[in-house]
């Protein structure tokens, strides 16, 4: 079993910067697919970022050339930099980590917010 954690969200201005990060427990982070969701008040959770074992960075439309996903398998760590954050961008934030493109385990979610 694998447990995530977050931490890193808070609230900022429109256009600042923040950035998440999530820590892996268990020796496989390095074999597993790291991503990053958000989710916000009456909405479904979406995808934002996925980073695979090898590197292989993919976005959303949404947060492309502002979001940046990397990793730290030293320190079984993945991160969100954000910048140029939007009003749009509040949600709670979930780190994500699978075996495969789909999400096997979850983290708790942390608060993003950005004022206007």
């Known amino acids: 079993q694998v447990q995530l954690v977050e931490s890193g969200g808070g609230l900022v201005q429109a256009g600042g910067s923040l950035k998440l990060s999530c820590v892996a427990s268990g020796s496989i982070f390095s074999i597993l697919a790291m991503g990053w969701y958000r989710q916000a008040p009456g909405k479904q959770r979406e995808f934002v970022a996925r980073?695979?074992?090898?590197?292989?960075?993919t976005y959303a439309d949404s947060v492309k050339g502002r979001f940046t996903i990397s990793r730290d398998n030293a320190k079984n760590t993945v991160y969100l930099q954000m910048n140029n954050l939007k009003p749009g961008d509040t949600s709670v934030y979930y780190c994500?980590?699978?075996?495969?493109?789909?999400?096997?385990?979850w983290g708790q979610g942390t608060q993003v917010t950005v004022s206007s």
């Open positions: 980073l695979s074992p090898d590197g292989l960075k």
């Open positions: 994500s980590g699978g075996r495969t493109w789909s999400p096997d385990y």
